[in-house]
């Protein structure tokens, strides 16, 4: 069987965020999305998701580029003075890597931040991260016993075809490459991680090398490839283009919105018997 996870990213992050994840699950294909749980959409989003419970909602861990949810004080390690983490991810990599008070930090605020949603009364589907900072070998390390205490038993791990990207949209290629073998590396070691602990991951992902740019023809083009067992594509989604301050400048928000809603797609998707479902279902049918 052919199951599809379509994510949107980044929910709760604003009102425009929120309101495009509501219509693309109600109108267009969305299935999941992950919330931000410590910005300013937050409540609404949570709101939305008690409201939709056919949508699959899990927890995008931010610890870069984003609002913290423990007072600056307490993880000054990894915060600006005004609770904000740091933007650069290859800088903040770093630092959470080789500097021990970091990783103390990181373990109060990652707990935190699964309190926090667990606090809402919604379950979390899963867990991924803002800029996939989960998969960071000190987050991960510190995450995956917490994954076991607070039953959280599914975690987006990319694993993207180079060559079918870049069949479809040969552009930005030196980007694309260098992710897929930065990335490679590390979900190579999260699969054997999570699945020793018995943590559920999709089969195949689709994203992370187009994020940000995933347009009705890649999707068109890519949904034929689907393979058997379990893919997420993941979105990042808005009513209106985000400013420069709160999303990435370069992403076509709109645009990705667009896709999601379009019945081509979702016709296609009914042509190629490919079931959509959300994390739930993954973690279900291969934990139990």
């Known amino acids: 069987m052919k199951y599809l996870i379509v994510n949107a990213d980044d929910f709760g992050l604003t009102g425009d965020v929120n309101s495009a994840v509501k219509l693309a699950h109600q109108n267009g294909i969305l299935t999941s999305a992950t919330l931000m749980i410590n910005e300013e959409g937050a409540q609404e989003a949570v709101l939305i998701a008690k ?58 605020e990652i707990e935190a931040q699964i309190i926090k949603f667990l606090e809402t009364g919604i379950k979390p589907t899963h867990i991924d991260g803002h ?8 987050v991960l390390n510190i995450l995956l016993p917490l994954l076991e205490e607070y039953d959280i038993k599914a975690v987006r791990v990319p694993k993207e075809s180079l060559f079918r990207h870049l069949a479809i949209d ?40 187009q ?56 016709n296609l998707i009914k042509k190629e018997n490919i079931q959509l479902a959300n994390y739930g279902t993954l973690r279900k049918i291969k934990i139990g």
């Not at 870069?64 to 991810?89: D, M, R, Y």
């Not at 800029?131 to 000190?138: A, G, T």
């Not at 980007?175 to 195949?204: C, E, T, W």
């Not at 999707?219 to 420069?244: M, Y």
């Open 211 to 266: 994020s940000g740019n995933m347009n009705k023809e890649f999707v068109v083009n890519l949904i034929p490839a689907i393979k058997e067992g379990f893919t997420e594509i993941s979105f990042h989604i808005a009513r209106k283009k985000l400013s420069p301050e709160i999303g990435a400048p370069n992403y076509h928000y709109t645009e990705e919105l667009e896709t999601l809603l379009d019945a081509r797609i979702k």
């Open 170 to 209: 040969p552009e930005n290629i030196v980007s694309k490459v260098a992710h897929a073998i930065i990335f490679g590396i590390l979900g190579k070691r999260a699969r054997k991680m999570l699945f020793q602990a018995r943590v559920a991951y999709p089969d195949y992902t689709f994203g992370l090398l």
């Open 51 to 108: 409201e939709n419970p056919d949508l699959g909602v899990g927890l995008h861990l931010s610890l870069v580029h984003g609002t913290a949810a423990l007072p600056s004080k307490e993880i000054s390690a990894i915060v600006t003075p005004n609770g904000k983490f740091i933007s650069n991810p290859v800088v903040a990599g770093l630092r959470f890597f080789f500097l021990r008070k970091c990783k103390n930090a990181l373990r109060k």
């Open 131 to 138: 800029l996939h900072i989960h998969l960071h070998p000190s």
